[in-house]
T-cell receptor, first 114, second 113 residues
Framework: GNSVTQMEGPVTLSEEAFLTINCTYT??????LFWYVQYPGEGLQLLLK?????DKGSNKGFEATYRKETTSFHLEKGSVQVSDSAVYFC?????????????FGQGTELSVKP | KAGVTQTPRYLIKTRGQQVTLSCSPI?????VSWYQQTPGQGLQFLFE???????NKGNFPGRFSGRQFSNSRSEMNVSTLELGDSALYLC????????????FGPGTRLTVT
């Protein structure tokens, strides 16, 4: 079945450091890929998405590229801020009538120190 | 435009009881999905409703059920509560049942004692 694997956390960075959170997936066909962020005590917020190979999703300085050849969707940001501290989830929706069913990775906790 | 709203935000129940959670989607959104979030199992899909019909279902026992109304509002019900049902229950809405992005509510924190 479809699945998502993320790098384990927690990840601790200093402010203005470069961020990479690895995400790889297993899916039949061409899934849509998403990154969501969850701040403490809140629900999930959509950060970015990509729907086909080589698409680059971007938002608020974060970006991720849909790599079909490596089945990856790594999240990057050039300079993190303390306010980026949160849990980040990679997710996919499979093709073939799987609409509405997000499959999530286990989440990666990011802590940014001033 | 108002976001997804969920009520109640917090709930404490006793084993064996049942509970109903409510979700109001973003205006114009017709699909509602439900997820359970726990520290051990992470985020797991429960079910999805579109136009009052269940379109997809996750691997949860029959004690978990849901429905959707004609105004797209949705409810989920858990009967005969178990301690393991303690979780954050998240609702998400999207415009269609395709691969549109889903927008999440703040969740309902259910504690079973």
């Amino acid at each position: 079945g479809n699945s998502v694997t993320q790098m384990e956390g927690p990840v601790t960075l200093s402010e203005e450091a470069f961020l990479t959170i690895n995400c790889t997936y297993t899916a039949t066909g061409y899934p849509s890929l998403f990154w969501y962020v969850q701040y403490p005590g809140e629900g999930l917020q959509l950060l970015l998405k990509a729907t086909k190979a080589d698409d680059k999703g971007s938002n608020k300085g974060f970006e991720a590229t849909y790599r079909k050849e490596t089945t990856s969707f790594h999240l990057e940001k050039g300079s993190v801020q303390v306010s980026d501290s949160a849990v980040y989830f990679c997710a996919l929706v499979g093709p073939y009538n799987q609409g509405g069913k997000l499959i999530f990775g286990q989440g990666t906790e990011l802590s940014v120190k001033p | 435009k108002a976001g997804v709203t969920q009520t109640p935000r917090y709930l404490i129940k006793t084993r064996g009881q049942q509970v109903t959670l409510s979700c109001s989607p973003i205006s114009g959104h017709r699909s509602v999905s439900w997820y359970q979030q726990t520290p051990g199992q992470g985020l797991q899909f429960l079910f999805e409703y579109f136009s009052e019909t269940q379109r997809n279902k996750g691997n949860f026992p029959g004690r978990f059920s849901g429905r959707q109304f004609s105004n797209s509002r949705s409810e989920m019900n858990v009967s005969t509560l178990e301690l393991g049902d303690s979780a954050l229950y998240l609702c998400a809405s999207s415009r269609t049942t395709g691969r549109d992005e889903q927008y999440f509510g703040p969740g309902t924190r259910l504690t079973v004692t």
